[in-house]
Nanobody, 125 residues
């Protein structure tokens, strides 16, 4: 079992920054893939970024160059630093994890077994 708790959402102006945090507990070994997804009203949940099996981060094209991921050495915290925010980044952001993903499935929300409760990000002037 893996428990995930997100924090750090809120309101930001266009061009601004926010940092989301995901507290990971229950399992933190290197085989765990931890990712971020987002879902805007009326839209499907979409991939944002992930550490696949705890390694190199991958990003959706829509956020590449604006968002970064980092984690602490104990792998108990995963961060999503969001810069250059746009109104279209507004959504509920979810932290997700899974220990059995293959790389080709990393961007598919249905492949993740564990989810946090989500945190709202609103980008507006």
């Amino acid at each position: 079992q893996v428990q995930l708790v997100e924090s750090g959402g809120g309101l930001a102006q266009p061009g601004g920054s926010l940092r989301l945090s995901c507290a990971v507990s229950g399992r933190t070994d290197s085989r765990l893939t931890v990712g971020w997804f987002r879902q805007a009203p009326g839209k499907e949940r979409e991939f944002v970024a992930a550490f696949w099996r705890g390694g190199t981060p991958y990003f959706a094209d829509s956020v590449k160059g604006r968002f970064t991921m980092s984690r602490n050495n104990a792998r108990t915290m995963v961060y999503l630093q969001m810069s250059g925010l746009k109104p279209e980044d507004s959504a509920v952001y979810f932290c997700a994890a899974d220990a059995t993903l293959i790389l080709s499935s990393m961007r598919l929300p249905a492949q993740y077994d564990y989810w946090g409760q989500g945190t709202q990000v609103t980008v507006s002037s």
